[in-house]
């Protein structure tokens, strides 16, 4: 006599619609650059929802769809950097490099503003400036 009772061998189906939902979400956002992580969570939830049963036919659909969205998102990105003149990228770099000027200098007296020498800004230094000291990591107080 078995006091447990028989567990569901069929999978999840919240986990299944949670799979179909990202991974059309993921193919639909293919230019957006958040493809590959909402895809990943698509097919690592399509195949958490199958149990140790057989696939369910919506988490195909978000296996499928998620598999498309990153596909899509790797295309996208492949094709820019191909197609991206040496001009293009020295002219993102100097607009990257104007943001963090224009945020390293603010000084509002708000919590948030970014003040020289913060964990923040440090993280924001360009890779050529980079020292060991620069990387330490620094406790806060209590």
């Not at 919240?14 to 179909?20: K, P, Q, R, V």
């Not at 969570?41 to 998620?66: D, E, K, M, N, Y």
């Not at 003149?85 to 490099?97: R, T, V």
Request: charged share 10%; hydrophobic share 45%; glycine share 8%.
């Amino acid at each position: 006599m078995n006091p447990y009772p028989e567990q569901n061998r069929c999978g999840s189906s919240s986990l299944a619609l949670a799979s179909m939902v990202l991974g059309v979400v993921s193919a639909a956002l293919f230019m957006t650059g958040f493809s590959i992580f909402i895809g990943a969570l698509a097919i690592l939830f399509a195949l958490l929802s199958r149990g140790s049963g057989p696939l369910l036919p919506r988490a195909a659909a978000g296996l499928v769809t998620g598999i498309i969205g990153i596909t899509l998102e790797i295309a996208v990105l492949a094709v820019s950097l191909i197609f991206m003149s040496p001009e293009d990228l020295q002219e993102y770099k100097q607009q990257l490099q104007e943001i963090y000027q224009e945020y390293s200098t603010e000084s509002s007296g708000s919590p948030l503003a970014l003040q020289e020498g913060s964990a923040v800004t440090t993280l924001f230094v360009p890779f050529s400036e980079w020292s060991y000291d620069s990387l330490t990591v620094r406790r806060c107080a209590v």
